[in-house]
């Protein structure tokens, strides 16, 4: 899966599937979905941790993490939080 992070002011991020030209959104019940077009749901606070690793956390839900289990899954934002090993995302370049 090919992901565009588009920068969209300071700090935020909107997440782009470039072959499904969809937007991951975060809605209100901690659920990850792909959006059609941009929402205030699709925007992300994108830090730079101690440790290298990139976080991602929603800006309307400011204190839940984009995040993934080892299987994959998504986990609902409101089960996320610092510390959690699976809201770390490792940033790579483009080729």
């Known amino acids: 899966v090919k992901l565009q992070l588009q920068a969209e002011e300071r700090g935020v991020v909107s997440i782009k599937g470039v072959?499904?030209?969809r937007y991951l959104a975060m809605k209100e019940?901690?659920?990850?979905?792909?959006?059609?077009?941009?929402t205030d749901e699709c925007?992300?606070?994108e830090r730079l941790e101690s440790n290298n690793y990139n976080t991602y956390r929603s800006r309307k839900y400011s204190s839940w993490y984009v995040a993934l289990k080892r299987t994959g899954q998504y986990k609902l934002g409101p089960k996320t939080g610092p510390g959690q090993k699976a809201i770390l995302f490792l940033p790579m370049s483009a080729k």
């Open 19 to 21: 072959c499904a030209n």
């Open 43 to 45: 925007f992300f606070f």
């Open 29 to 38: 019940d901690g659920r990850l979905l792909a959006s059609k077009c941009v």
